[in-house]
Nanobody, 123 residues
């Protein structure tokens, strides 16, 4: 329904910064919110930042004060500015989009994920 393509990953030193971008295409009019999740081997994917159409923004405690999520609706793009990066921020980061639309007169709520992009924090 929605295609999400992440960019901006790579290697960064501890204390450094990185900005991730995610471009959405397809059924973008159905998007009610977007966000970023991350996952490390053996652990469940964790949603770390979300931004909804009404402007509400949420962060998980571990990134509060360091990460900033923003959105450019004209470009259908969401960003994650990551500052003061720590070793434990190393993960595959995934863009997410929550969708709401009707199909055959029935409401459909779903979440789409991007393919993920690696962010490695290392000396």
């Amino acid at each position: 329904q929605v295609r999400l393509v992440e960019s901006g990953g790579g290697l960064v030193h501890p204390g450094g910064s990185r900005r991730l971008s995610c471009a959405a295409s397809g059924r973008v009019s159905a998007i009610t919110g977007m966000g970023w999740g991350r996952q490390t081997p053996g652990k469940e994917r964790e949603l770390v930042a979300t931004i909804f159409n009404d402007g509400t923004i949420n962060y998980v405690d571990s990134v509060k004060g360091r990460f900033t999520i923003s959105r450019d609706n004209a470009k259908n793009t969401v960003y994650l500015q990551m500052n003061s990066l720590k070793l434990e921020d190393t993960a595959v980061y995934y863009c997410a989009a929550d969708l709401y639309y009707t199909e055959h007169d029935a409401p459909v709520v779903s979440r789409s994920w991007g393919q993920g992009i690696q962010v490695t924090v290392a000396s």
